[in-house]
């Protein structure tokens, strides 16, 4: 078990390209090629042409999660990034470059979703690109239980059972060697995201749409964090980090599993920054509409969404990560991303 | 632009680039095949090639061929390395989208608004601010986000220039700026909307200057500072007095101040406009002169003194006695005026009509006036609560001890100075605000009166 978490760990540090954040690239800032980057990458996919385009999301999750790890310093995870937007706000003025490494992650996530939409989560978030790539693992009975209206499952229940075995196994194992403070939220989170995957064996249907409205209680305690000066940790913390965050290695590893028998299971109930992007995305400009006269409600959208934002062709702007599978699953081309300026 | 120069000007702007690019080589001024070079080329072809075969928006696509050959060929006079070029030339890319954009969808002053935000940006991350130049960037795309509506603009501009400026209370700044755009941008309303809009917004900046002092206190103290001082006894026992004596004066005020409310909103008697001015007599007079006063009276060997220590053993300084007095004195015409103010909103026909079916004088005002007077008389309550848990001046010459919060705010301003006084007065802030929400919030509970909506009398 250590030997595995040292492994981890050890597989985690000095694997940044630049040595280290904050020193000149040829008198340039490594900050800047982040911005550049994730620019870049949350443009695609509104120019990336119809065919193929689930593809081209593939890859750039790929691309999303190969520069969040080898380039990018400032993120912290989805905690830390709140975190970290709070601090970098702060230091405009004194320290304006300490600044543009706090602010360029966050600053460019919100700013593209205010034009491009909310396509971080759905084509760059690394931590959902995980959950999604595990997740399509179990892609086919996830669709048999949606379409079933989601009853109660032995399977379902046992995957549960399991992900909570593990984890409490693991996190005894941990206890015994540390002691968990504040700063490690990821530990608590984790145990609330167990704690949903049991409820929801049971009512899924009832429990769902409540259990997302977690997701702003959790944005707003990483706020308060934040404004109280705690630095916590999130899942998939120990990949940018050299710190060596066992606590955060144990919440991915619950995450993806979870992934497996949810879809996306932490940006539905418990992502802070699902929150976020969702509230300033909703004075985006690009956002999918539906045609209604073309829409026959046939089911086809809902069958692909892997967070149940659509039903019948009807979007839930607050739940949409604009991935745009229901664009291509459509088969009379009602849904469609429109620009409104 | 008509179509037939598209393929022209396509070919004609490479041509520029790859001319410029080799003469520049040449000259040896630049490296042709240096990776930054290699990539801006390589796109300026691919966009070239879409424009040739009439896919994508035009304008756009030439307006960012242009910038790419400008970078390529005068980028290294800008900046000297590719990475900052790079974002230079991307934001700039993303500018002259959202400025096509603004331009062709908005009205001209959208536009306008967004080339001054441009201007106003580059003034303040490049010429005022030291090492801000790639922050520049990034405030130019939030600029770009926010330039297709009035209201997002504004925001963007309150966050900057609170952020700038307003260091190192940039938290308060931005909080207050955005409560009164928020105020002024949901502003509704039939009449003079205009002129209207002007005086909320020159009211609420004054209210900025409340505010400001206010928030600088409440949200500037670190919460491990405060929560100690919920343990400290001499803190607790101060918080304690002031609602309990706050409190006891209100209801002595309730009990005395209610009738007297009615019996003038009722009646015509001789001198009833001195009655009405003599009420008000405790807003006028100085704090400290009211303490005087009250001591001259109540204090030992003093008249009233006196005699309330002689028939009831009871002394008025220094005593819960003392600040109740004081607060008595200081908070009774918030409540009588509001009281009597609610009274008189109030139909003498009800009663009348209450007195006819049977009831009582009694009757009439405790079961019909009184209610209908109740939002009234709560708000008036409240106010007078907040005034007596408030006092200071009085109770600081009639009763000192037992300390009451403003009183031990003074003692530890006195003892420990500015700074140290902060948790506490933070603390204090955080508790008067909280009681007087609940308290107004409470208020909504009660019956409205006929024909008010909520409103506070």
Known sequence: MNAFENWLSGMASHIKLVDQALTGMEGSYVELL????????????????????????????????????????????????????????????????IALYFLSVPATILITSMIFGPTFCGWVCPTGAVQEFVGSLAGKWHAARRRAGYPFSWKYLGLSLGIAAVFFAWIGHLSATRIFFVEDATVYWTEILVMILLVLAWGMKPWDARLRRLRVVSFWVITLAAYAGMRVTSPVHFGFSKVYDPASILATAIVVAASLAIPRVWCRYLCPWREAIAWVGKFSTCRLETDPAKCSACGGCDDVCSVEAVSQGVIDTRECHFCLKCVDACPHGAIQIKEKW | MSARWHRPLVAAVIAVHAGGIVALGVMGLAQPFELFNVILMGSNLVIGALLWRGKGDFDLGIGAMFLIVAHALMGQRIVEDPLTGGALLLVNILVLYTGLKVFKCLPMRYGAVFACGYFALYVIFILFLQNASPLFLLFVAGLCACARRFRMTAYFWALTLAFTFGQPYAWQTCALMFLLLTAVFSAR?????????????????????????VAIVLFGEDAHNIWPLLADPRVVSALLTTALTATVSTAVLLVFGIPLAYAVSRLRFQGKPLVLALIDLPIIIPQSVAGIVLLRAFGRQQPLGELLSRCTGLHADGTILGICLAQIFVAAPFLIKSAMISFENVSEDMEMSACALGATPWGAFWRVAVPLASRGIFSGAVLAWARAAGEFGALLLIAPTPETAPVAVWNRFNSVGLIETGPLVSLLLLFSLVMFFLLQFTSRLLPAQFGQTGRLA
């Open chain 1, 34 to 97: 982040t911005v550049l980057s994730l620019g870049l990458l949350a443009v695609l996919p509104v120019v990336i042409p119809a065919r193929h385009r689930q593809l081209s999301r593939w890859a750039c999750q790929v691309a999303g999660i190969l520069i969040f790890v080898f380039i990018v310093y400032t993120c912290l995870g989805v905690f830390g990034m709140i975190n970290n937007f709070f601090r970098g706000l702060g230091e405009i003025g004194h320290e304006n470059i």
């Open chain 2, 189 to 213: 309303g039939e009449l003079a909307a205009p002129l209207a809009l002007v005086f909320l917004a020159a009211g609420l900046a004054w209210l900025f200057l409340v505010l400001f002092p």
